[in-house]
Every structure is written in structure tokens, then in C-alpha cells.
């Protein structure tokens, strides 16, 4: 069966680009569906979409964008729009995978309709800012940004060479056999992990897979924990083994990993199991030295490696981390439960290791318990976190609310 690629951009001023582009897919054996979300026109050819059913899609008319010629506004409708219209058409089977070209605005229109899409749907963004920092653009989805090397403007010798790969790759991931796992029926568990809890977090998953599940592992990089909450919230998991939330740490700190604030909200609010500990709150993330705001320049550090550099977080501050714990789980509509490894919070929160500071951890603990709701109980451990007997319990735990 042909599939079909979606390519949404601005026809109005890059018709040119749009016009070679989905020549391109068509002769690579893909039919194309074509979404215009430019405000002065239709461009050189006749849009699937057009332009003025996207802007009524994020609220206003054509008309009124072209009348007021305010770039802000049209860019807040067209982009609005743009993923209302992409996450409708996709439900209708009306494309396989979308592509779209343009610079940072075009990326932002383009990137916001792929965001509202299911993971897995091929995604891919050809712009200039594919080369920098795209955090804003990707979010916690599977997009594909390709650089453009030159602007989207015009065909040249580079701009044809690029564009032509871009539709080469774009047709080879909606004609890609999708591969089906053999352990697609196995329900499927999301678990966090840092480098401090590498060892808890194998011994997890390994008692979990023997029990039947499939664990999906997220690193606690800010991104990491964003994206699991975004899957829990679509439904993916059968529950949480939240071991590593140090993203807390930097979410109050200001360091360069935090998840936002509300991590630790989507397992509550969808009601599945979860288990909770606080690995990894005793450290702040930052990167290399000289990077550190100066503010901090007398608190306690670890150099983990040449880029990142760990903050030993205070009584104070993890005092606000057990009410902001106890603020979130307070939302359970499911089974939850606390684990403290009292033994140590990481692999350097241990005796006679540098951020081995009881005094901080146990002010977590009084802040928690004195806020959480009193049905959802809190397990006091002695030993570290990456102690296999510390594991084992967490997992079983879980285990018990899945089996329930």
C-alpha cells in the first residue's frame, strides 16, 4: 500500500522549496498530502489544507491575520492551528509520517504540529536551527531534525541536495516494515535512572523482566523525566518505579536538569502503581566549573566528570523537596508508596563519601511525613539505595500493586 507523507509549511513565500520537495517524495513512490500554513497566500500549487483552515483552526480567519499584519498574533494562530489540524487528519488516516521546512518560525509551527502526534509516526524537520540547542522544538517526541546547512530559501546546488535527502529519508521511515517485539503483550513498567542508581535500577529491572514486564528505562535528565510523564499520561504503563528523582533537585537548586514542576504529577493523576524513592535529591547537576553560578561558589562539590559538576543540596533545600514530594503524591488515585534509603540517597551520599550528610536526608524525610497523606506509607530503610536489599523491596512492592 502507498503511503502517504503529510508536508506542512509556509507555501505562501517558499512554494519554490515546497513545490521541489513534494516532487521529490512523489518520486520516491510516496503520494503526498499538503498542508499550507503561510497567511499571504496559497502558493504555486493546490493545498490539501489550506491555509485559511489552519488559521480557523487556532481561532481567527486568513483574512484578519493578512489585515492586521502582526507577525506574533499570526504566528500564535497558524501554529495553533497547525497542530489541531495535523493531530485530526493523523486519527483519520489521512497520513503515515509528516514533513516540514522553514527557519525558526517555520520550525516552530512545523515542530508543534509533529509534537501531537503518537510516538513512532515519522517526524522530520529540515530547518537552520537544527544545529543548536532544539530542546524547544523536539520537547519529549521522537522528531527528526535535519540541518538545512543554507536558509529555506530558494533552490541552489546545496538546498536541492538537502532536500532531496530529506525526502529520501522521509519516504524510508513510512515504508520502513515496523518492527513488532515479541514482548509487545507484556505490560509495560517505566523506571528512572541516574548513573548514582545504575545498579538498584538493573537489579529492578532484572527481578521485573524474570516477573513478565517490560521495563522502559529513563534517564533523570530533565528530558528524561519530562518524556516519561508524557507517555504515562498516554497511557503507556502499567506502573512507575520512580527510583531516581533528582530532576527535584535541580527543579529547586536551578540546576541544568530540572523536569519542570510538575514531575511526579502523571502516575498520581492517571492512577496507576507507583513506588517513589528519593535517589539522587542529595546532588544538584551543573556543568563543567566555570559554568557554576557564582552564588554557589562556596557550597560543597563533586566533579563527576569533566562536563558535570554536583552540588550538594542543604537541610533547607531538601526540606522543600519532601513537601513538594508530599504535594504531588498527595494526588495518587492509585496505589503508592515511599522508600527512604536512609543508607544513602546515591553512590556518594554513603559513609566516609563526600555528600554523605544525614542531617539533609532525614530533613526530607520530616518535611515529607509530616505532609503526606497518611495513607500512603513511608518505608524507612538503613541501607543505600543501590543496596540489592533495598531493590529487591522497592520491586516487590511494586509487584504487589501491579498483582492487585
Not at 495553533?80 to 509551527?109: H, N, P, Q, T
Not at 508543534?112 to 529540515?126: D, F, I, Q, Y
Not at 514482548?183 to 513498567?189: F, G, R, V
Amino acid at each position: 500500500m502507498t503511503k502517504t507523507v503529510a508536508i506542512l509549511g509556509a507555501f505562501d513565500t517558499k512554494g519554490q522549496e515546497f513545490a521541489f520537495l513534494k516532487s521529490e517524495i512523489e518520486k520516491y513512490g510516496c503520494q503526498t498530502f499538503m498542508i499550507n500554513v503561510g497567511v499571504l497566500g496559497e502558493g504555486p500549487f493546490q493545498a490539501d489544507i489550506t491555509a485559511e483552515k489552519v488559521a480557523e483552526a487556532g481561532g481567527s480567519s486568513l483574512q484578519k491575520l493578512a489585515a492586521d499584519k502582526d507577525r506574533g498574533i499570526a504566528m500564535e494562530v497558524m501554529t495553533r492551528g497547525a497542530a489541531i489540524i495535523a493531530k485530526k487528519l493523523y486519527s483519520e488516516g489521512k497520513f503515515d509520517g509528516i514533513i516540514s521546512m522553514g527557519g525558526s518560525g517555520g520550525a516552530v509551527v512545523g515542530t508543534s504540529a509533529m509534537r501531537v502526534l503518537p510516538v513512532g509516526v515519522p517526524k522530520l524537520m529540515v530547518t537552520t536551527v537544527a544545529a543548536g540547542d532544539t530542546s524547544a522544538y523536539v520537547g519529549t517526541t521522537d522528531i527528526t531534525m535535519m540541518p538545512s546547512i543554507v536558509d529555506v530559501s530558494g533552490l541552489n546546488r546545496i538546498s536541492r541536495s538537502i532536500f532531496s535527502n530529506a525526502a529520501g529519508a522521509m519516504c524510508g521511515m513510512v515504508n520502513v516494515e515496523k518492527v513488532v517485539a515479541t514482548s509487545e503483550e507484556k505490560p509495560l513498567i517505566a523506571a528512572t535512572m541516574f548513573g548514582n542508581t545504575t545498579r538498584a535500577v538493573d537489579n529492578a529491572r532484572r527481578i521485573l523482566e524474570e516477573k513478565g514486564y517490560e521495563v522502559l528505562v529513563f534517564h533523570a535528565t530533565g528530558t528524561g523525566g519530562r518524556t516519561m510523564e508524557m507517555l504515562v499520561e498516554n497511557g503507556y504503563f502499567a506502573g512507575v518505579l520512580d527510583i531516581t528523582t533528582t530532576e527535584w533537585a535541580d527543579e529547586v537548586c536551578g540546576g541544568v536538569l530540572s523536569a519542570g514542576k510538575t514531575r511526579l504529577e502523571a502516575a498520581s493523576k492517571a492512577g496507576i502503581p507507583q513506588v517513589v524513592t528519593p535517589a539522587c535529591i542529595d546532588m544538584c547537576n551543573f556543568w563543567a566549573p566555570e559554568t557554576i553560578p557564582a552564588k554557589f561558589k562556596d557550597r560543597l562539590m563533586y566533579k563527576w566528570n569533566p562536563n558535570i559538576t554536583l552540588m550538594r543540596t542543604t537541610p533547607e533545600e531538601n526540606m522543600q523537596m519532601g513537601e513538594m514530594f508530599a504535594e504531588k503524591l498527595n494526588m495518587a488515585k492509585g496505589p503508592a508508596m515511599v522508600f527512604i534509603p536512609m543508607g544513602g540517597f546515591s553512590e556518594i551520599d554513603f559513609p566516609d563519601k563526600p555528600f554523605w550528610w544525614p542531617e539533609a536526608d532525614q530533613a526530607f524525610v520530616d518535611a515529607l511525613k509530616k505532609d503526606l497523606r497518611s495513607d500512603i506509607p513511608v518505608v524507612i530503610s538503613d541501607k543505600d539505595v543501590n543496596n540489592p536489599e533495598f531493590s529487591e523491596m522497592v520491586v516487590e512492592k511494586l509487584i504487589e500493586f501491579l498483582t492487585k
